[in-house]
Nanobody, 120 residues
Framework: QVQLVESGGGLVQPGGSLTLSCAAS????????MGWYRQAPGKQRELVAA???????NYVDSVKGRFTISRDNAKNTVYLQMNSLKPEDTAVYYC??????????????WGQGTQVTVSS
């Protein structure tokens, strides 16, 4: 019903920057929260940052001051600006969104994931 498509991952040197984008499409009436998660090899998936429809944000402590999450409600798109990247930020980053469909159902959808590698 609702699909998320991510873009913007890649290889970057330590200290560099990347911006991830995630566009939602399908039977969307409203999106309450959009967020970014990441999963490194051998580790559990963790929430990196999230933003509500009211633009309240929260971040995992390890990225505070370096990452910024934002959203464009008209485009159903969420962004993650990542600055001062560190090797420990290397992971597959997944977009998540949950909200309501046009027929008043709910959705909780995930993107396919995009690889971010921070290495010299």
């Amino acid at each position: 019903q609702v699909q998320l498509v991510e873009s913007g991952g890649g290889l970057v040197q330590p200290g560099g920057s990347l911006t991830l984008s995630c566009a939602a499409s399908g039977s969307i009436r409203s999106i309450h929260t959009m967020g970014w998660y990441r999963q490194a090899p051998g580790k559990q998936r963790e929430l990196v940052a999230a933003i509500t429809s009211g633009t309240t944000t929260n971040y995992v402590d390890s990225v505070k001051g370096r990452f910024t999450i934002s959203r464009d409600n008209a485009k159903n798109t969420v962004y993650l600006q990542m600055n001062s990247l560190k090797p420990e930020d290397t992971a597959v980053y997944y977009c998540n969104a949950h909200g309501r469909t046009w027929n008043w159902g709910t959705f909780d959808s995930w993107g396919q994931g995009t690889q971010v590698t921070v290495s010299s």
